[in-house]
């Protein structure tokens, strides 16, 4: 049997600086690895998507610029992203996407951007920017990477996040936590990229991702001893 | 550096105190060459303490003014080229050859050449300032000539966005003199955005025009190919490298300047020592110049020079002998015999800077040697997240990569998710080791570093000590 799965790239041009792309070449090298299909799917702002049809989703971090036309064409894509989710899709949403996924991102000067309230969080400009190394303990071990955020987001109760904070900021400068989980949605401040050096982390999501599509979730083993040697050296390093 | 920092006084001692504050930072100045050598920030910090006017008043005696140079890539060999153009007519000059460009380097600069008594004798200045430092540095030098060459990303964590810098570098345009010169790169969007700052009539475009330029298959660091006014994706008609290129808001909000300098023809006539042909074109009359130096981003930077010294009165077809003679700043491309082995040393810093070096060097399939030592340390930026938008795929097949540095394993990984291998050995005096005895005497490697790993890369090569220590 042949596999193949779909990614979606939301604002691969929108939302591009902080190396994110990474991200989808995980997932595509790591599916290939292992002989199954990647086809990726670049959507940008005003192109038709339809995310019960893929699956994974994945949107990056941005400038504020890009965030603002992206926040205005996420509105208009509620629906079909919160039925997804309810489906199963699974995405990872990263930096200026997850601020979006929550209900609303007030910036600095006071600006109301609208999220989709997939998670039920918010998030608040602040004048101190949140920069570093970050360690999380997760249900996938610990995860790596680094964090650049003016954007604080606070999670209702109850809501669950990523993982715990065991060296940097997350989610903001207080709570202790890092990222938010909803179904198969994934938000999270780690740029680095993440997917890289969190192996365990990619292939939960093309296991769910194979799970859904083929009821399989059996991945083939891969040697990921240089992604822990870089994962360590961001453990080992200074916040 | 615990000096109390002196209270204003009234004008009437202003005088004294400014021969004072300049006699004090002079002294800094050459205690540190004697013990140490570098420092060159320091004495610009002491007389900035003393008095912060003085600068202002140091560089208000030179009879031609001062020109600026800004931008991500090119500030240095930009600056170069300018300063041995304008050494070319008989001008003395007073640059910040050391690269040291935040305002205290600039300041230091100025203080190093000011004689004794707070004069300064050059004819012109010429300084490379940083993009965050713009603003203050414009406000006390008040140049008549601002070049900007581009805005790429570069050290996300220390800088903030590319709009916040392009905003920092409109608010230094907005408060220069009126009669002041801004040239401005027409192919970069957000650099052309910086026109509508400040109500300004001279604004010089130079831009390229050429024919046949390839682009890299995998450039992913376009960091500004959206309009600056409506967010929507600009339309490219021509695409150089980054978001360098022809474009248009498909919502007609802005569209590239016609420049008046333009780049007609460009063609790599020595990839190996680094040389190339320019056909320039300005205002009908065409101009060829051969730059020793490779690489259509050398080739912005020597039309960014141009465009500043048209704007100063000099006839291109003085410039371009200059030109022709102009050499590389530190690390940018340097030659390194060791040990019988031909070492490229290559500076990379940010996506738009390390795919020039691939499409300019490591395009072609020639089994190339190569080693990348890559550091995180404040001066690189410590977030490397950058190294997956460079276009690690267009590297033709090596005969071997070896990864060196502290975040050796992080670019290791890079070129595994690119399809390629590559060794790590994080130690950079064992990595220099390894280059070593994988390349035969007599042949050649390549080695691209970050800045702190260049710097660690150097102090290590120039060292006999630790030469002999690769051999064992």
Known sequence: ?239 | MLLPRVAPTSDRSRGTRAVVANGVGKAVLNLRRLTRGGGSALPGLVAERIDPRMVSRLVAQLPEGVIVVTGTNGKTTTTKMIVAVLEAQGKTVLTNRSGSNLSRGVASAILERSAWRGRLLEDIAVFEVDEASMPAVCEQLRPSTVVVNNLFRDQLDRYGELDTTAAVIGRAIAGLDGSATVCLNADDPLVASLARYGDRPDIRWFGVDAEGVERLDHDAASDSDHCPQCGHALDYTKAYYSHLGHYRCPDGHVERPTPELSLTSFESIDVHDGASRLTVDVEGDSISIVLPLPGLYNAYNALAAMCAMRSRGVALHDATDALSHVTAPFGRVEHVDVHGRGLRIILVKNPAGFNQIIQTFLGHPKGTRLMLAINDGLADGRDLSWLWDVAIEDIAPCEFVLCTGGRAADMALRFKYAGAEADVVPDMVEGIAELLRRTPEGEEAEVLANYTAMLELRALLDSQATLKRFWQ
Not at chain 1, 76 to 89: C, F, M, Q
Not at chain 1, 189 to 194: E, I, N, R
Request: net charge negative.
């Open chain 1, 1 to 239: 049997m042949t596999y193949a799965l779909t990614i979606t790239h939301l604002y691969p041009v929108e939302m591009n600086i902080y190396g994110d792309r990474g991200n989808v070449l995980t997932l595509c090298k790591r599916m290939e690895w292992r002989g199954i299909t990647a086809n990726v799917v670049d959507v940008g702002v005003g192109e038709p998507f339809d995310p019960s049809r893929t699956d994974i989703v994945f949107a990056g971090g941005g400038q504020d610029r890009g965030q603002v036309a992206v926040g205005l064409d996420l509105q208009s894509r509620t629906d079909a992203l919160l039925e997804a989710a309810e489906a199963g899709v699974v995405m990872l949403v990263v930096c200026g996407t997850y601020q979006l996924f929550g209900r609303r991102f007030q910036t600095l000067e006071g600006h109301d951007i609208p999220g989709i309230g997939l998670f039920k969080a918010d998030t608040i400009g602040s004048t101190q920017r949140l920069i570093g190394n970050v360690t999380i303990e997760t249900r996938w071990g610990p995860m790596v990477g680094f964090e650049n955020h003016s954007g604080q987001t606070t999670l209702d109760p109850g809501e669950a996040a990523l993982g715990d904070v065991i060296k940097g900021y997350g989610n903001n400068a207080t709570d202790k936590v890092e990222g938010a989980l909803h179904h198969n949605v994934h938000g999270t401040y780690l740029h680095g990229p993440v997917l890289p050096r969190n192996p365990a982390f990619a292939d939960h999501l093309i296991g769910t991702a194979m799970r859904r599509r083929y009821d399989v979730e059996l991945l083939e083993p891969l040697d990921d001893t240089l992604e822990r040697a870089a994962a360590k050296v961001v453990m080992d390093a200074p916040r």
